[in-house]
Nanobody, 121 residues
Framework: QVRLVESGGGLVQAGGSLRLSCAAS????????MGWFRQAPGKEREFVAG??????STSYADSVKGRFTISRDNAMMFLQMNSLKPEDTAVYYC????????????????WGQGTQVTVSS
């Protein structure tokens, strides 16, 4: 059973930074796609960033490109978020997919419980 546990969310002012962490357990993730989705109030969940666990290649939503950085180390995955904007306010989910890379138009098959990020203006 795959288990994903996020941490690091909180309240930050616009222009500030936060680092989200995801602890992954229950499987060998060498062939998994990993990433982050988010859901803002009243909106659908959206792709934020993805990373190949084996080779480390990354992809980002246009809205966060240049501000967010996804990385992984052993059984941990991270999302460094800089220059945060109020529109980044959302619940952020750590996700994993055992079949394919984590991308915008495919729903990953494993989800964490989410961590709240609130950016004040």
């Amino acid at each position: 059973q795959v288990r994903l546990v996020e941490s690091g969310g909180g309240l930050v002012q616009a222009g500030g930074s936060l680092r989200l962490s995801c602890a992954a357990s229950g499987r060998t993730f060498s062939r998994y796609g990993m990433g982050w989705f988010r859901q803002a109030p009243g909106k659908e969940r959206e792709f934020v960033a993805g990373i190949s666990w084996s080779v480390g290649s990354t992809s980002y939503a246009d809205s966060v490109k240049g501000r967010f950085t996804i990385s992984r180390d052993n059984a941990m995955m991270f999302l460094q978020m800089n220059s945060l904007k109020p529109e980044d306010t959302a619940v952020y989910y750590c996700v994993a997919d055992s079949l394919r890379p984590v991308v915008a138009d495919k729903t990953p098959n494993y989800w964490g419980q989410g961590t709240q990020v609130t950016v004040s203006s």
